[in-house]
């Protein structure tokens, strides 16, 4: 996995659809299926297997458990996103401290958010066996395939992308050894 990192990358998986705004409020329909958690060397993925108010529940209990017993800093690639959803699922603030997502300059000279996708590529990590190929969007879909079927492929498919995730956001971090420092007013919140 490469050097051990001091904290703990976090990278969820959602159902659901972006509301109009800005900041938090972006968030508010959007819900975790499942929540991967990269500390010491360890991957842990929580997931839910059905969309009934218990399958959240247990979801929302078994995050809040591993949020308290997990190492800070928070890492996340576009933490303003961890953090939206959290907020509004936990119905708390969870403060990421720093995120793996930089600016970069396009051939035009304009500033814009790098992704992913792009990043993984020009840095030369390997996929990790991500089906979705950091194509994220694809998740829903799965979710979608996996309630109408049962076809636990589809619920496998995005545990392997959230496992893919957490590692390409390791081998991120131990490449390039940079990240933002996170400014926890940009959500719109104060806490």
């Given at each position: 996995?490469?050097?051990?990192?001091?904290?703990?990358?976090?990278?969820?998986?959602?159902?659901?659809?972006?509301?109009?705004?800005?900041?938090v409020e972006r968030y508010k329909q959007v819900r975790p299926i499942t929540a991967g958690f990269l500390c010491d060397s360890t991957i842990e993925i929580l997931y839910i297997t059905g969309?009934?108010?218990?399958?959240?529940?247990?979801?929302?209990?078994?995050v809040e458990s591993k949020l308290v017993r997990v190492k800070r800093p928070f890492y996340a690639f576009n933490a303003e996103f961890e953090m939206g959803v959290l907020h509004w699922f936990l119905g708390r603030s969870v403060k990421f401290d720093r995120d793996l997502m930089l600016k970069t300059v396009t051939a035009c000279g304009n500033q814009v958010?790098?992704?992913?996708?792009v990043l993984v590529k020009c840095l030369g990590i390997q996929n990790f066996d991500d089906p979705f190929w950091d194509l994220g969007y694809k998740v829903p879909d799965s979710w979608q395939r996996y309630q109408a079927t049962g076809d636990k492929k589809f619920l496998e498919d995005i545990v392997l992308h959230n496992r893919a995730c957490l590692l390409k956001e390791h081998a991120i971090l131990n490449t390039r050894k940079r990240w933002r420092e996170i400014q926890h007013d940009q959500m719109g919140d104060d806490s």
């Amino acid at each position: 996995m490469g050097e051990k990192i001091d904290g703990t990358i976090i990278d969820i998986e959602t159902i659901g659809e972006f509301c109009e705004g800005f900041g938090v409020e972006r968030y508010k329909q959007v819900r975790p299926i499942t929540a991967g958690f990269l500390c010491d060397s360890t991957i842990e993925i929580l997931y839910i297997t059905g969309e009934a108010a218990n399958d959240f529940r247990r979801l929302k209990n078994a995050v809040e458990s591993k949020l308290v017993r997990v190492k800070r800093p928070f890492y996340a690639f576009n933490a303003e996103f961890e953090m939206g959803v959290l907020h509004w699922f936990l119905g708390r603030s969870v403060k990421f401290d720093r995120d793996l997502m930089l600016k970069t300059v396009t051939a035009c000279g304009n500033q814009v958010w790098e992704s992913k996708r792009v990043l993984v590529k020009c840095l030369g990590i390997q996929n990790f066996d991500d089906p979705f190929w950091d194509l994220g969007y694809k998740v829903p879909d799965s979710w979608q395939r996996y309630q109408a079927t049962g076809d636990k492929k589809f619920l496998e498919d995005i545990v392997l992308h959230n496992r893919a995730c957490l590692l390409k956001e390791h081998a991120i971090l131990n490449t390039r050894k940079r990240w933002r420092e996170i400014q926890h007013d940009q959500m719109g919140d104060d806490s």
